[in-house]
């Protein structure tokens, strides 16, 4: 680094290209926090944010906006990675190892907890899928990336059935621990977090097959 | 008085027929986009103006809570309760295919019904009455089994029972799985029969 500032010897480019990474970090943090203005506007509304309630969260522009994303359905597609990123980042595998009723509990606890704190998200970037290809694309990934998940906790129980018989216990996984599935528990009906994780519990030990030997 | 009176029932009844015509184009939108419909495209598909439109309804909030009125008590006529002192194969199957059944024929309108629910208090409490009617069908349904339950157990089950039937878990199967009717229906009969608990004996 230090050689690189020396007159005479290519200091000159080397500032410029400090230049260029300064302005990108800055743009690239601009980015960021629009996009986590975003998050925090849907978690206190649950509605779409305009652009100017994006804005004045942020601490910039509408143009700015618009200078980082062509429009708000891009916005929302950069939210979603950005979602699915953290998410994945927090929700490392757990007790893959463990007993049927730990593993089960695990995967309860953790499905629970990303619900809790993606439920809102989720229903605004899942509410309107028309003209967005890419953010359908991403909404599948999300419904993939939570199958897959289950199928790896519980490989024990679904190893031991044929594969028709277990792509019907991942379909009825799959609309068990749906988010909406969550909502309706915690909003329609009262349920305490840990409630409803034993609601979950109970449905899945019953759904599973037994635990081979 | 005696000419006068058929005269205001014809206009009566043309002008309920018109706004019948407006709820169901309405409804026939939903099922073929899954875009809420404008008042330009419910006039459209029902052969009147949008001044008509809105000499029936004051605003498209209206119309949709006309709709979902509609909807309900179609779809309460189509589900009566049968089977219900059948056994408990033929009750699954029996709660099964209404369900099924009102899932087809009631999905779009049900998602428009979530989507718009957020600015209106009677589409908030059409979803959650909709949703008690579910719920206490499932009581009814498998009353034998759950009587052996006790009161938390029986709750959480009815819980599950009502997210494994819900509307967007007919939807997953049959738009993201491609499944048939017969084979999603067949998903949610060896899903419910595991949820449940044992018959008791007579």
């Known amino acids: 680094m230090t ?9 000159a480019p080397a500032l410029g290209e400090a230049r260029i990474d300064g302005r990108r970090l800055r743009s690239e943090r601009t980015r960021r926090l629009i996009i986590e203005a975003y998050i925090a506007l849907v978690r206190e509304t649950g509605r779409m944010p305009t652009a100017a309630q994006i804005a004045e969260r942020a601490g910039y522009s509408v143009r700015s906006i618009f200078e980082r994303f062509p429009d708000l359905t891009a916005l929302r597609v950069a939210v979603t990675d950005y979602s699915i990123a953290e998410a994945r980042a927090n929700g490392a595998l757990r007790d893959l190892d463990a007993d049927r009723l730990t593993r089960i509990r695990s995967q309860v606890t953790q499905r629970g907890g990303g619900c809790e704190r993606w439920l809102p998200l989720w229903r605004v970037l899942s509410s309107d899928l028309s003209g967005a290809p890419d953010l359908q694309q991403r909404i599948g990934m999300i419904r993939q990336l939570i199958v897959m998940r289950m199928e790896m906790m519980f490989r024990p129980e679904l190893s031991s059935v044929s594969d028709a018989v277990r792509k019907k216990i991942m379909l009825a996984l799959e609309a068990l621990l749906d988010f909406e599935s969550w909502a309706r528990m915690r ?13 979950w519990v109970k449905a899945i030990d019953r759904l599973l097959p037994q635990t081979p030997a | 008085m005696s000419t006068s009176a058929p005269v205001v029932d014809g206009r009566r009844l043309r002008s309920e027929r018109t706004r019948q015509l407006i709820i169901e184009a309405y409804l026939s939108l939903l099922r073929d986009s899954t875009q809420v419909p404008t008042s330009a495209q419910i006039a459209e598909r029902a ?6 439109v809105f000499e029936r309804f004051p605003d498209l ?3 949709r809570i006309a709709a979902t009125d509609h909807a309900f008590s179609l779809g309460t006529a189509n589900a009566q309760l049968r089977d219900l002192n059948g056994d408990r194969a033929t009750r699954i ?44 069908r499932l009581e009814l349904m498998y009353q034998p089994e759950l009587s052996t339950l006790s009161e938390p157990m029986r709750r959480y089950t009815l819980i599950a029972l009502e997210a ?3 509307f967007e878990s007919w939807g997953r199967m049959r738009e993201n799985y491609g499944l048939t009717i017969e084979e999603a229906r067949e998903v949610w009969i060896r899903t419910i029969d595991r949820l449940l608990p044992a018959t008791p004996a007579e």
Not at chain 2, 47 to 52: H, L, N, P, T
Not at chain 2, 97 to 111: G, I, S
């Open chain 1, 3 to 11: 050689d690189a500032v020396q007159p005479g010897d290519g200091g």
């Open chain 1, 187 to 199: 909003e329609l009906y009262g349920l305490s977090f840990e409630e409803a994780c034993a609601v």
């Open chain 2, 47 to 52: 052969g009147y103006s949008v001044r008509s």
């Open chain 2, 61 to 63: 909030m209206s119309l």
């Open chain 2, 93 to 136: 199957r029996s709660q099964v295919e209404t369900r099924a059944r009102t899932c087809e024929t009631w999905l779009p309108m049900w998602r428009a019904l979530n989507i718009n629910q957020g600015d209106s208090d009677e589409l908030r409490s059409r979803v959650r009455l909709a949703r008690e009617l579910i719920y206490r």
């Open chain 2, 164 to 166: 494994l039937t819900d």
